[in-house]
């Protein structure tokens, strides 16, 4: 059974940066398609950016294009989001998701989920 586990979270000052990892264990995710998503308080949950672990294919949201970066240590199985010029509404839950049936923003495909880890933007 595949199990995703996000860190990297925190508090951080807008125009700062962040990093989170997603950690894989249970499989390999060399097959699958990572995703980023994240929900704030009240609002629904939004796909950020995947990336596909075998071509290296990413995507991103036009909210983030420009200041996120996902990319992937096949060998640590772990997938990463490098986030920055962090601005105010970027505040909520980050998610990491894998799927293997295809890549997208929207969480349907996504079978696996970690349990989330906060981000916080705030002066």
């Known amino acids: 059974q595949l199990q995703l586990v996000e860190s990297g979270g925190g508090l951080v000052q807008p125009g700062g940066s962040l990093r989170l990892s997603c950690a894989a264990s249970g499989s390999t995710i060399n097959y699958y398609t990572i995703g980023w998503f994240r929900q704030a308080p009240g609002k629904e949950r939004e796909g950020v950016s995947y990336?596909?672990?075998?071509?290296?294919?990413?995507n991103y949201a036009d909210s983030v294009k420009g200041r996120f970066t996902v990319s992937r240590d096949n060998a640590k199985n772990t997938v990463y989001l490098q986030m920055n010029s962090l601005k105010p509404e970027d505040t909520a839950v980050y998610y990491c998701?894998?799927?293997?049936?295809?890549?997208?923003?929207?969480?349907?495909?996504?079978?696996?989920w970690g349990q989330g880890t906060q981000v916080t933007v705030s002066s």
């Open positions: 990336i596909n672990m075998n071509s290296g294919i990413r």
């Open positions: 998701a894998a799927s293997v049936q295809g890549m997208s923003l929207v969480d349907s495909p996504y079978r696996y």
